[in-house]
């Protein structure tokens, strides 16, 4: 422990954890919409996974990382429309349709590596881009200030999308069909449309949620990279309450987490790695099970909507 | 019609001759090889290394004699104890089943098999039947510990491992004592990301380390590459690299690597097989031998002071030598 | 009348399966293609493979043993209402603790520590997926969620266990590390059934546990309160049942036959506790159950079905040498596709009002039927 200034690593943690903050946060917005409208989507870990290869691709042929993430949304956005066919139109149960996305989508983003890159090599992402004047004060300089682009775009995402969820029309139409389907279908919302909608937009943020791993974070491409972060994006819409703001708490609870426990074992604090690992998932659990009960959820959740069936 | 009967008959009599003749013919002359992978044949790593030395190999016996098959993403046991017992009811004469997870499985379906010889490690437990080879890491570990002791401005050298077992912990053992030896003031720092395969985690785990003052970093198995990546970002800070040559990742980064000349020792399998040994023996890989080379980066060789680089060299002989021994951990933590 | 409804019935089901897989393999030959190989050779050997020798057959078993047992967990708790992600986690945990009595005593006569073994995986299942089902009922903490984290839990918990406190002493005194239980005593192992093959008996005990499932959801008080507890938490309360306990003891079902699962891989084919054992049977067994139509006498040809399946594309990878991740990819596409066409199952009225003139009399009753089987 010597010649380490507490203070850095206390500032050494915070930053770590926002830079770890947002695949979470890109995707678990995403997944709070398709929740809302009442779809469950299980196949974020999937969508991420192509959308990594699609930002590290096209990155590494065109050179140009920004679009990169573009092709990588519309990678996504096809892929939520291909969940919204069967989970919507084919209503298929929904966390079954989303592990089978999952699957297709592992395999397929690893043969087309395979097939269109076929070695391990890395491309020139996105640079830290410290905010002029902001980076430069003492302590909330480093910790928010001197992260790449995309970071600060999902933390922009929270406010956004609570604006969105709450106070526009649109939004509306997505909590009433979340909760009472039929009643929003006799007052003329299309709420299969509406559900569309949702399961793209959510298909978008988890494909820009996956390219943010290859192109704003590891600055390349192997097998699984995801390595699980889809199905926590999940876990963390849950532990939000299908609210921006909650799931910016649990989020940031998550990533600070992982972020300590790193430091933790960088710093040499004794004690078996293995439970330094599994810190963020035990307080996840913990902090929602001690938090005031509240079983309140989109009543109309994982259930497709048929119009016949009254 | 007889006679076009009899005529019949003798064609097929030749065409089953002719067949067996070449069937016979082949079984002699070429070898046929499978290898079985935990991950992939590009993970830059691990499994790439013995995937690449067995392409080499092919290369250099001609694709006439030997043949090579790979399955690969068998991280569990289930699955690949499927590929290699398929392997093996196909006729393949060696089965290289590249991992010391594969032990239970390599040892079951061997006994089914007699006359196949299979190949396994890092492990030590060897069949009539069975080889079992290891890379003696911990000695390209040391002169890459070494490396990192002498040269750290920071006086921190840090390691982005895997999981705390097998090779890994190999590894990082004579990776620590080699920086001990050179700088016993050094901080010596290590991580484990908990994963074999997450290269993001290994690249945050990198980073952290950079940020926390270490300017020296190593790492095992494929996750590492995330690791390399990371370290490119950073003016200052280099990388040692294990298993393969991984400077193609980041050219001016990755200063030496440990690699693993794989082809040397499967083709003294072969050479074993060819005098009837197909198995009970115990591999190893080693600078003794030339199958641990030390590979400095020949665009970075001028990074590396003269004193230092000769005694790197002079440990390396001395471990060839027998004077030097790179000790092993006592059991696990 | 009926019964030759019923068999019209599921004749159009299995032909809706075989039309499903079909076109996923359509799909997949694309991918077969992009891959550089020739789809038709590759099909062949992936449909052959499974059928070639002993090997094929009994190797489809061996995946489908752990595959049933998982998939009739996820049975029980679909039915009560809940879905369980958590079985990788709770075949981790059944194995780990299973292993830790059976090496405890190795000295033991088998009658009495093998069922000991079995007894404490499913405890230990059902304990970590209980719990998930408790945190949900008294805490209000999602199933989805606390089941995720914990899977990642348990891995790493397992992986301290194995490489630590629990390794083979064998590895410590090579100095090779590999982290792996030492072998379980020789007594308790699962007898191999076929020479030559890894084919055990766990297989039978499966198929009899899905029949114990069969009776206990459909013909105990339990069981059907379950289902009730299922089908319509809201009215399952007003008929008075504690839907909440319900649907822990469902989770903990669903956590004993995962961790049972995990002990019978040990026992049968590993005879050791080691690294990556669970191989992705929490997941493909949610898939087995679907395709099983989430009953338990369906899931076992679901089982076999599905272990052909991935044992026969498994083989046709290293046939054709293409890449193995798309064995992946078409199994993912199969498991869409299956649970797309499953539309047809639920409302066989769609069908017949693209393919045929409406008949109001046979729709009306259809419909009256599909409502009573909605599960």
């Known amino acids: 422990m010597q010649g380490i200034v507490i203070s850095d690593v206390i500032i050494g943690i915070l930053a770590t954890g926002v830079r770890l903050l947002a695949p979470f946060l890109f995707a678990s917005l995403g997944e709070m919409f398709c929740q809302r409208s009442g779809v469950f989507n299980l196949g974020v870990e999937g969508i991420m996974m192509m959308g990594a290869f699609v930002g590290f691709f096209v990155t590494l042929r065109l050179g140009n990382p920004y679009l990169g993430v573009v092709m990588a949304i519309l990678a996504g956005i096809v892929l939520g429309l291909l969940m919204a066919l069967i989970s919507v139109t084919m209503q298929a149960p929904q966390g079954i349709s989303g592990i089978g996305l999952h699957m297709f989508c592992w395999g397929l983003s690893g043969l087309l590596f395979r097939v269109y890159v076929g070695f391990i090599t890395s491309i020139d992402g996105f640079k830290p881009l410290p905010i002029p004047g902001l980076a430069d004060i003492p302590v909330l300089g480093p910790i928010l200030f001197q992260h790449n682009w995309m970071v600060y775009l999902s933390i922009l995402f929270v406010p956004i999308s609570w604006f969105v969820l709450f106070k526009t029309n649109w939004g509306l139409k997505v909590r009433a069909v979340g909760v009472a389907p039929q009643a929003a279908d006799t007052l003329g919302v299309n709420v299969n449309a509406v559900r569309y909608q949702c399961l793209m937009l959510g298909g978008a943020l988890a494909g820009l949620a996956g390219a943010f791993l290859t192109v704003g974070q590891a600055n390349m491409y192997a097998d699984n990279i995801t390595a699980g972060r889809g199905f926590i994006a999940v876990a963390l819409v849950y532990f939000g309450r299908w609210n921006p703001v909650g799931i910016l708490l649990g989020s940031l609870l998550f990533s600070m987490m992982n972020s300590l426990q790193l430091w933790i074992q960088v710093l040499g604090i004794n004690f078996p790695y293995e439970f330094a690992v599994i810190l963020p998932y035990v307080v996840t659990i913990a902090a929602l099970a001690v938090a005031v009960k509240n079983v309140w959820a989109p009543t109309a959740l994982g259930k497709p909507f048929r119009r016949e069936s009254i | 019609m007889k006679r076009f009967t009899k005529g019949l008959t003798a064609v097929f009599v030749l065409v089953l001759l002719v067949g067996v003749c070449v069937g016979f013919g082949e079984a002699s002359s070429k070898v046929r090889i499978a290898l079985v992978l935990a991950s992939t044949t590009d993970d830059m790593a691990w499994s790439q290394s013995m995937y690449d030395a067995l392409l080499a190999l092919q290369k250099q016996l001609g694709k006439d004699k030997m043949e090579l098959v790979v399955s690969e993403r068998l991280g569990n046991p289930v699955d690949a104890g499927a590929a290699i017992r398929q392997y093996a009811d196909q006729g393949f004469d060696i089965v290289i089943a590249h991992g010391a997870q594969f032990q239970s499985v390599v040892f079951e379906v061997a006994e089914d098999f007699p006359k196949t010889s299979f190949a396994y490690g890092s492990a030590f437990k060897t069949a009539p039947n069975v080889f079992a080879y290891e890379p003696l890491a911990q000695q390209g570990a040391y002169l890459n510990g070494l490396l990192a002791g002498y040269m750290t401005k920071t006086g921190i050298v840090a390691v982005v491992g895997p999981v705390e077992s097998g090779d890994a912990v190999k590894y990082n053992y004579g990776f620590e004592q080699g920086v001990r030896a050179a700088n016993p003031k050094a901080n010596f720092r290590i991580a484990y990301t908990g994963s074999f395969g997450d290269v993001v985690g290994a690249g945050e785990l990198a980073k952290v380390h950079m940020d926390a003052g270490a300017d020296f970093l190593t790492g095992s198995s494929q996750q590492a590459v995330g690791a390399v990546r990371a370290c490119a970002e950073r003016p200052g800070v280099y990388w040692l690299a294990t298993d393969m040559d991984q400077s193609s990742l980041a050219p001016d980064k990755v200063l030496a690597s440990q690699v693993y000349h794989w082809e040397k020792l499967v083709s003294h399998m072969l050479d074993l097989r060819a005098q009837g040994i197909i198995g009970g023996q115990h591999l190893y890989l080693s600078f003794a031998d030339g199958t641990l080379e030390f590979r400095v980066s020949p665009k970075l060789a001028d990074k590396i002071p003269a004193d230092v680089m000769s005694k790197i060299e002079k440990a390396k002989q001395e471990i060839i030598d027998g004077t030097l021994v790179i000790e092993l951990p006592k059991g696990t933590k | ?375």
């Open chain 3, 1 to 375: 009348m009926k019964k030759s409804n019923r068999l019209v019935q599921s004749l159009s089901q299995v032909a809706l399966l075989a039309g499903a897989l079909l076109l996923a393999l359509l799909v997949g030959a694309i991918l077969i293609a992009i891959a550089g190989a020739n789809p038709l050779v590759a099909y062949k050997s992936m449909f052959l493979g499974p059928f070639s020798g002993k090997f094929g057959m009994t190797e489809s078993l061996v995946k489908a043993t752990p595959l049933l047992l998982v998939g009739l967990g996820v049975v029980t708790s679909f039915r009560s209402g809940i879905l369980n992600i958590g079985g990788e986690g709770q075949m981790v945990m059944g194995a780990i603790a299973g292993a830790a009595v059976a090496l405890a005593f190795p000295k033991w006569p088998a009658v009495i520590l093998l069922p000991l073994t079995l007894i404490v995986s499913v405890l230990a299942g059902a304990v970590w997926g209980g719990f998930a089902g408790w945190l949900k009922a008294k805490l209000g903490v999602n199933e989805i969620l606390s089941t995720v984290m914990l899977n990642s839990i348990a891995l790493q918990l397992c992986l301290y266990l194995i490489r630590g406190p629990m390794i083979d002493p064998e590895e410590i005194a090579y100095g090779t590390g590999t982290p792996q239980t030492a072998q379980l005593p020789r007594q308790i192992w699962m007898a191999r059934l076929v020479k030559g093959t890894r084919f055990h008996w766990g297989f039978f005990l499966a198929v009899a546990l899905a029949f114990v499932v069969f009776i206990f959801l459909w013909r105990t008080t339990i069981g059907y309160r379950m289902r009730a507890a299922g089908e319509g938490p809201d009215a399952a309360r007003a008929a008075g049942i504690n839907v909440e306990k319900y649907q822990i003891l469902a989770m903990a079902m669903a956590g004993g036959f995962a961790g049972l699962a995990g002990m019978v891989e040990v026992l049968g084919v590993h005879r050791r506790v080691l690294e990556g054992l669970s191989a992705g049977y929490g997941f493909s067994g949610i898939v087995v159950a679907l395709f099983g139509r989430l009953h338990p006498i369906g899931a076992i040809p679901a089982a076999i079905l599905f272990g052909m399946l991935t044992l026969g594309a498994d083989m046709m990878q290293r046939a054709v040498a293409i890449p193995a991740a798309i064995v992946m990819a078409i199994q993912g596409l199969v498991v869409l596709f299956v649970v797309g066409s499953d539309i047809f199952v639920r409302h066989p009225e769609i069908w017949r009002r693209w393919f045929r003139k409406k008949d109001p009399d046979t729709l009306g009753r259809l419909e009256a039927d599909s409502a009573g089987n909605r599960n």
